[in-house]
């Protein structure tokens, strides 16, 4: 028991007072109610939920009325040691822990910020909690930024001609001529420092554009955080970049659970804007808490938060270590897959410096950014060039393309089929969209687990130039009579090909093709609460005003915004999709915004004429 207390000591301070208390003998009268699982004790099936778990899980749900740990919301004892902790590491000001994911985190940061009226330049690739705080209920009016999808349908960068100065003022122009002609005249700028494809900005230049523009800017950086440990993704390591008082004020988002080491649902804000604490436009720390406060629950589960506070300490220890590990492992992965495989390529240059990417030296590899830059001179990314420009692939997402919107390659895989024969064998990807299939490589990740991948990638292979019968390969996926597993893939290219699908997607985050917005989103929300909608559907959809933001998953960004136009072009791609899940009823989208009856037919919200 001693020698337990003496490790427990050796943990950061909100962990370790969590531990002790866990370990403690109570008489529990407050919440929560299960009494350190008791409760639950009482029936035989309760105690099967509690020794799964383990009691640890029961005894550490810890009510905020005890004050041996105090109330983290108030950011004081231990749980603001933690807090400040996060901060010194990742070199923010101050740091808040939230436990309702970073859809939460984002809520809070557009809440604090924007008030109805308000300018925020907002990049369309942007998680839907950002369209929502900022949007939807801060009522903030956007000026959209254009990006790019490639033939492969990878998300790409922002175009660098959507962040010129002349052409961000001509835009707001047309929403109000005097905040044109305002020095700072977006409130708040909403974009990613990562996309969900990992491409990381070059964070540099996008200050440097659009920097004197913005008063804050908020960068979601959900698929990252860890860019403060990789030498070679230092440019997008904004919380290190020094800052004057010309700069922006930044705020960052970071989900601990996804690419760091916490507990589902775990998020943390950076806020670091002391270098304008005289200006005008400075967010001040006690309107911030109030935001905050308002979007937390007051009854946190105390184990996610001690999650937070060890993926603190850990980086702080071991951070370059422990992603170096990640790194060299993620490489060694995507050059054995270059040699060893032929339908499934890692998405990266081919050639740098006149050498085969996977016949140069790892170590060379790992030092050299040029190995993971989607060159503005090269085309193999298929990316405009202003737009590779601002952006490096992190090295530590394995991005596989199977295939092309296009003829360019002699074989295309539908990722989703891929990916549900890989989940079939233990294999869970984070995401498929058509053709790219997405693995997060992590420092907990061994040699035997990417064995394992590669061995099932290769047989997946192996069963495609057999043209293996689908009824024995993948018995459970709907196919034609008869039908091998190479025709299935040609059938599914083919169905996309004659669809069009790949300019179908383009054009949702072309400039020239954004809807028209005759409502603002929060108007148009407005409209949806207050019962001034109809449900038509979706084949009417045509110039009706959508009350609900559409997203199709995969991804899960938005393709039309709530107050926007259905257009020719958005209704051509969303009544594809519908076709495209009665052929491939296995891989059916999920389309929040879209609804379907009972006999499947889809139909969509729009806003009465005014």
């Known amino acids: 028991m001693k020698k337990d207390k003496n490790k427990i000591k050796s943990l950061p301070p909100f962990t370790a007072a969590l531990l002790a208390e866990a370990g403690k003998k109570r008489c529990d009268f407050d919440t929560p109610g299960h009494h350190s699982g008791s409760f639950f004790n009482l029936t035989d099936e309760g105690k099967i939920f509690t020794t799964a778990l383990g009691e640890g899980m029961f005894k550490a749900d810890i009510s905020d009325s005890s004050s041996a740990i105090g109330d983290p919301s108030s950011h004081e004892g231990v749980s603001g040691e933690a807090e400040r902790l996060a901060a010194s590491v990742w070199g923010s000001d101050e740091c808040f822990f939230v436990l309702g994911g970073t859809s939460t985190s984002n809520r809070i940061c557009a809440n604090a910020l924007l008030s109805p009226g308000d300018l925020v330049l907002f990049d369309r690739n942007n998680h839907k909690s950002t369209w929502q705080g900022a949007l939807l209920e801060a009522g903030a009016l956007p000026v959209y930024l254009s990006s790019c999808r490639n033939d492969c349908g990878v998300i790409g960068p922002i175009l660098a001609a959507s962040l010129e100065e002349t052409h961000l003022r001509e835009e707001i122009r047309k929403i109000s001529p005097r905040l044109a002609e305002k020095k700072r005249p977006f409130r708040l700028a909403c974009l990613q420092i990562c996309t969900y494809d990992g491409l990381f900005y070059n964070i540099r230049k996008i200050l440097k554009k659009i920097g004197p523009l913005c008063e804050y800017i908020l960068f979601d950086d959900a698929w990252g955080g860890h860019e403060n440990f990789i030498p070679l993704l230092k440019d997008a390591a904004v919380l290190r970049f020094p800052l004057s008082e010309e700069s922006p004020g930044i705020l960052i988002t970071q989900s601990v659970h996804k690419q760091l080491s916490g507990f589902s649902m775990t998020s943390q804000i950076h806020k670091k804007d002391s270098h304008i604490r005289e200006k005008s436009y400075y967010l001040p720390h006690d309107v911030m808490q109030d935001t905050f406060l308002m979007h937390i629950s007051t009854s946190p589960y105390y184990p996610l938060l001690a999650g937070l506070e060890m993926n603190a300490f850990m980086h702080k220890e071991k951070g370059a270590i422990l992603w170096k590990k990640a790194f060299l492992s993620a490489t060694r992965f995507k050059k054995a897959l270059l040699k060893e495989t032929t339908l499934f390529s890692p998405f990266l240059p081919p050639l740098v410096h006149g050498r085969k990417w996977?016949?140069?030296?790892?170590?060379?590899?790992?030092?050299?950014?040029?190995?993971?830059?989607?060159?503005?001179?090269e085309t193999w990314h298929g990316f405009d060039r202003s737009a590779a420009d601002l952006c490096l692939l992190d090295p530590c997402k394995i991005l596989l393309t199977t295939g092309t919107f296009s003829e360019s390659r002699k074989h295309s895989i539908p990722a989703p089929l891929l990916s549900a024969y890989l989940e079939r064998k233990g294999i869970t990807p984070e995401k498929s969209d058509f053709y790219t299939?997405?693995?997060?490589?992590?420092?907990?990740?061994?040699?035997?687990?990417?064995?394992?991948?590669?061995?099932?990638?290769?047989?997946?292979?192996?069963?495609?130039?057999?043209?293996?019968?689908?009824?024995?390969?993948?018995?459970?996926?709907?196919?034609?009579?008869?039908?091998?597993?190479?025709?299935?893939?040609?059938?599914?290219?083919?169905?996309?090909?004659?669809?069009?699908?790949?300019?179908?997607?383009?054009?949702?985050?072309?400039?020239?093709?954004?809807p028209p917005r005759p409502l603002s989103p929060k108007r148009a929300h407005e409209n949806f609460i207050r019962g001034n909608r109809k449900k038509i559907p979706?084949?009417?959809?045509?110039?009706?005003?959508?009350l609900e933001n559409i997203l199709p998953y995969p991804p899960g960004i938005c393709a039309l915004a709530t107050g926007e136009e259905w257009t020719e072009k958005v209704l051509s791609y969303f009544l594809f999709l519908e076709e495209y899940g009665k052929e491939f009823p296995d891989f059916t989208p999920e389309i929040p915004g879209i609804h379907h009856d009972e006999k499947g037919e889809p139909s969509v919200w729009v806003s009465y004429p005014e």
């Not at 030296?361 to 503005?376: C, I, Q």
């Not at 061994?446 to 043209?467: P, R, S, V």
């Not at 979706?538 to 959508?546: C, Y």
């Open 358 to 377: 996977e016949e140069e030296k790892t170590s060379v590899l790992m030092e050299d950014a040029a190995f993971f830059t989607p060159g503005p001179d």
């Open 437 to 514: 299939l997405l693995f997060l490589a992590e420092p907990g990740d061994t040699k035997k687990k990417y064995k394992y991948l590669m061995h099932w990638l290769k047989q997946f292979e192996k069963a495609y130039f057999q043209n293996c019968p689908m009824d024995r390969f993948m018995p459970s996926v709907k196919a034609l009579p008869g039908e091998g597993l190479q025709d299935y893939c040609r059938r599914f290219h083919d169905f996309l090909l004659s669809h069009h699908a790949g300019e179908l997607q383009q054009c949702l985050f072309r400039e020239e093709d954004f």
């Open 538 to 546: 979706l084949k009417e959809a045509k110039g009706h005003i959508s």
